[in-house]
């Protein structure tokens, strides 16, 4: 199961590895990687849609990859990573 965050450790994480450039936005792209066992964490939204949440938390499972439920919403985590469209899966890659 996702284990939940607090506010501030989440946030701090997420703009610590925004900075480094390790980030990649996108549920389609964090499957993906996740298949090829190129990460090495996940995060999802608060609002995350449930079927993309299965499916990840599915092949994290299988990697033993970590995948954390942020307190923010979808439209608050996009604005967190300084972009114009909301986010509901950041991963961080290895």
């Not at 450790?9 to 996740?34: F, M, R, T, Y």
């Not at 609002?47 to 979808?74: F, G, H, M, P, W």
Request: aromatic share 6%; charged share 35%.
């Amino acid at each position: 199961m996702p284990r939940k965050k607090s506010k501030e450790d989440a946030l701090v994480e997420i703009k610590k590895n925004l900075k480094s450039k390790k980030l990649i936005i996108g549920s389609n792209k964090a499957i993906k990687n996740l298949k090829l066992g190129k990460i090495k964490k996940v995060f999802l939204s608060y609002n995350c849609a449930e079927n993309i949440k299965k499916d990840i938390i599915y092949y994290s499972k299988i990697s033993k990859i970590e995948v954390i439920e942020l307190a923010q919403r979808n439209d608050e985590l996009g604005t967190i990573c300084k972009k114009l469209f909301p986010i509901s899966v950041l991963s961080l890659s290895k």
